[in-house]
């Protein structure tokens, strides 16, 4: 009976597997290839996942995983930016929420925020647009949001990129001008990042970096 019984187990476990593969496989066949996702296909994508994803012109791009660090800077930044934003009929969110650049393009800032509560760009599913955003530089891939992103925010006309970089422990801050972003000011232990946007609003550079880990 034992014998039997192992046999079976050995048996189902393999038409499990089996019928996983299938059902992996035919989920590929069904998505979108690489350069022929729509707007549409994204979005469902990203309602049914929990995974961060971008999408530009008909590709999706999955984000690095945070890791601690990154987490506990952005806690820390969104707690400031909402202690000062929402008091003035502002609403900061924190990742992820979607936000789109244009037809075509969506993004996933760390942090995304609005001026005015009632403006028709705050909406449930996906933001259409914003006056802030932030970003924590991820360490795997530093030029996406030193540089990609900072091309992908002007182009979304939002009037204030926040660029947190752990790794030199700076907070450059860019104001739009025009088509593309000015720098600010680049800030540095020592130093509070001074806001061009919110009038009076600054973040304390060694606070921001020397933030404790949530519930530490």
């Not at 996406?144 to 926040?162: C, G, N, P, S």
């Amino acid at each position: 009976m034992v014998r039997i019984k192992r046999r079976m187990t050995t048996s189902t476990a393999g038409d499990r597997n089996s019928a996983e593969h299938a059902f992996g496989a035919l989920l590929c066949d069904l998505l979108p290839r690489q350069g022929c996702w729509s707007d549409d296909a994204y979005l469902w994508l990203t309602d049914h996942s929990r995974r961060l994803v971008e999408f530009t012109d008909g590709r999706i791009e999955e984000l690095p995983m945070p890791t601690t660090t990154h987490q506990t800077i952005l806690a820390f930044l969104h707690f400031l930016f909402r202690d000062w934003i929402r008091p003035r009929g502002g609403v900061v969110v924190e990742a992820a929420l979607r936000l789109r650049i244009r037809a075509g393009k969506f993004r996933e800032p760390d942090l995304v925020a609005l001026l005015d509560r009632t403006d028709e760009r705050y909406q449930d599913r996906y933001w259409l647009g914003a006056d802030l955003v932030v970003e924590v530089v991820s360490p795997d891939r530093p030029a996406h949001d030193v540089v990609d992103k900072r091309l992908d925010y002007a182009e979304a006309h939002i009037t204030e990129y926040w660029i947190v970089d752990p790794r030199t422990e700076t907070i450059t801050v860019l104001k739009l001008d025009g088509e593309r972003y000015q720098e600010h000011g680049a800030f540095v232990r020592g130093e509070r990042a001074a806001s061009a946007l919110l009038d009076g609003f600054f973040a304390d550079v060694d606070a921001v970096f020397d933030a404790p880990v949530t519930g530490a």
